[in-house]
């Protein structure tokens, strides 16, 4: 059975800095690439990155871009995003989903549909 279990999440102030974990189990970690993905109340999900566990190749939405850092650990088949000089339009639900990683590329990474297995969310929250 697939399983993403999302971590890390909480309150910072605007500034400060929030570590997110995804534990996957049951895939081969390597054959799966791992995206984030956040929604803030009464709006779309979005596509915040992406890394193919593999080779380590990452994505980044415009709006982290420079402030979030994705990497992954194979030794605990874990993907972490790194959230630093977080501001209070960071604010939302925060999901990994995992999709096959032949299947992540520029135009795919972002898209929610790609994905074939989600976790269950993990709140962010910060104050201004």
């Known amino acids: 059975e697939v399983q993403l279990v999302e971590s890390g999440g909480g309150l910072a102030q605007a500034g400060g800095s929030l570590r997110l974990s995804c534990a996957a189990s049951g895939f081969t970690f390597d054959d799966y690439a791992i995206g984030w993905f956040r929604q803030a109340p009464g709006q779309e999900r979005e596509g915040v990155s992406a890394i193919k566990t593999s080779n380590g190749r990452a994505y980044y939405g415009d709006s982290v871009t420079g402030r979030f850092t994705i990497y992954s650990d194979k030794t605990k088949n874990t993907v972490y995003l790194q959230m630093n000089s977080l501001t209070p339009e960071d604010t939302a639900v925060y999901y990994c989903?995992?999709?096959?990683?032949?299947?992540?590329?520029?135009?795919?990474?972002?898209?929610?549909?790609?994905?074939?297995?989600w976790g269950q969310g993990t709140q962010v929250t910060v104050s201004s």
């Open positions: 989903a995992a999709m096959e990683a032949e299947g992540l590329y520029g135009s795919s990474w972002y898209s929610r549909w790609e994905y074939d297995y």
